[in-house]
């Protein structure tokens, strides 16, 4: 059930929050700015109308704001804003509280409650309060990898894992087992471990070869031996250790890890990381202001090119204006229009035609390449580098909030150097009126 609105009346002997702090602070202004009432309408048709009422909208939307603007996680964003009342006057607290405001684990429910459309409406708001210079005519378009939280994949790590989780699956079930094959499989781990290079590598290949049949063993003992509850329970599972066992190195669609088997394997042709597991992204940025526009998220490697029709809707329906072009790497190459927008892609070798319009396209090209911080920004300073939200719908949540977090620091940093002039003027013009007067 949705929470009722809170009691906003002043008490004389015990003054509001917002009223004893700085009123300089970023987090203040940029609380001031943000239009809340969209998100309690938008938000309210997905409360009950009976049962435990729920924590505030403002509050959980603005934990999700600070979590991703200030690079925290769930639990230490809990734990930092019962220690700091900016956050609380952030999140609409009219008095300083010691208890926490919800459990971390609301978070993860509050997402799954918004859902994608509602992390969306998030960045679209952190979209409208730049106003005019998002709906510029030109963007500039680019993909990344928003990795997941999994280890390097290998076959063996792979293969000792379903043997692992069958032994648990057997023993919660009291389904007693042939063999464990707890020896043998320590000894296979250690011949893998130790063999792998050298003259010694075709025994680790049969360790491997090894590992295989005896995860192949339990999913078929397992699948023989379960009640028909239990195996209707686990089906999925089971469904998914088998073909991770069958698959073979030349497969298409492989599986990577066993808890996140949407992940793929892509490859950026980056010198220090070969390969990245995780899903593809997509980040539209406006030209000259450097706002962005449009964060899309993908799965499967897919090729670039293929993606500029979904990104430019998407920036279209954010914005309300269509760009006219759009300026992307030799990544996109294939096509030159995408409905009615231009794709301008830097060409290899001489190009024909006026100096002016080379001219043109050279600064176009030159100004692409501010999009590779941005996205490094988005990495290092809002959680983009690593994602810890689970499955498909993780991967667009945490893109979209990254993205929001990054245009609510954008419009802070506009705020504060709008600020900082405006006071020098006044002061100019005081110290001015003041020798006018002498």
């Not at 239990?230 to 066993?258: C, F, G, H, P």
């Not at 600064?363 to 290092?380: C, D, N, Q, T, V």
């Amino acid at each position: 059930m949705k929470s009722k609105s809170p009691n906003r009346q002043r008490s004389f002997l015990c003054p509001d929050l917002i009223d004893q702090l700085d009123p300089r602070n970023y987090l203040l202004g940029l609380a001031k700015v943000i239009p809340w009432q969209i998100f309690e309408e938008s938000f309210q048709p997905l409360y009950a109308t009976s049962g435990r009422p729920a924590k505030p909208i403002r509050l959980m939307v603005g934990l999700l704001i600070l979590k991703q603007l200030e690079n925290l996680s769930d639990e230490r964003v809990v734990e930092i804003w019962t220690q700091n009342p900016y956050f609380q006057a952030f999140c609409g607290q009219q008095r300083f509280t010691w208890k926490l405001p919800c459990n971390p684990s609301e978070l993860t429910y509050f997402r799954r409650r918004i859902g994608e459309d509602g992390v969306r409406k998030i960045f679209e708001v952190s979209v409208s309060l730049h106003g005019d210079n998002a709906k510029e005519s030109e963007v500039v378009v680019d993909s990344t990898v928003q990795e997941k939280n999994i280890t390097f994949s290998t076959d063996s790590k792979l293969l000792i894992k379903i043997v692992e989780r069958c032994r648990k699956l057997a023993k919660v079930e009291n389904v007693k087992l042939r063999r464990s094959y707890q020896r043998e499989t320590k000894s296979l781990l250690r011949t893998i471990r130790f063999k792998s290079r050298g003259r010694n590598k075709d025994d680790a290949r049969r360790a491997i070869k090894r590992l295989r049949t005896i995860a192949g063993i339990l999913i078929r003992e397992l699948n023989r031996k379960l009640s028909p509850k239990a195996l209707e329970a686990n089906k999925e599972s089971l469904d998914l250790y088998d073909r991770v066992q069958r698959q073979q190195r030349t497969d298409s669609k492989k599986i990577y890890s066993l808890h996140e088997p949407d992940v793929s394997c892509i490859c950026k042709g980056k010198a220090h990381k070969k390969y990245e597991f995780g899903a593809k992204a997509s980040v539209t940025v406006t030209k000259s202001s450097g706002i962005i526009v449009g964060a899309l998220s993908f799965q499967g490697n897919s090729f670039d090119g293929h993606t500029l029709p979904d990104v430019l809707d998407q920036v279209e329906d954010i914005v309300g204006k269509r760009p006219a072009t759009a300026i992307c790497d030799r990544g996109y190459r294939g096509k030159r229009w995408v409905g009615e927008t231009c794709i301008e892609i830097p060409e290899a070798g001489k190009v024909s035609g006026k100096a002016s319009d080379k001219h043109k396209a050279r600064k176009r090209f030159r100004r692409r390449a501010a999009i590779e911080p941005i996205i490094g920004h988005l990495k290092s300073d809002h959680r983009m580098l690593r994602n810890y939200l689970k499955g498909k719908i993780g991967d667009s949540i945490n893109l979209f909030m990254a993205c929001a977090a990054f245009n609510f620091r954008k419009f802070i940093r506009m705020l504060y150097f709008f600020c900082s002039n405006l006071i020098k003027i006044i002061t100019f013009q005081n110290s001015f009126n003041t020798r006018l007067c002498s």
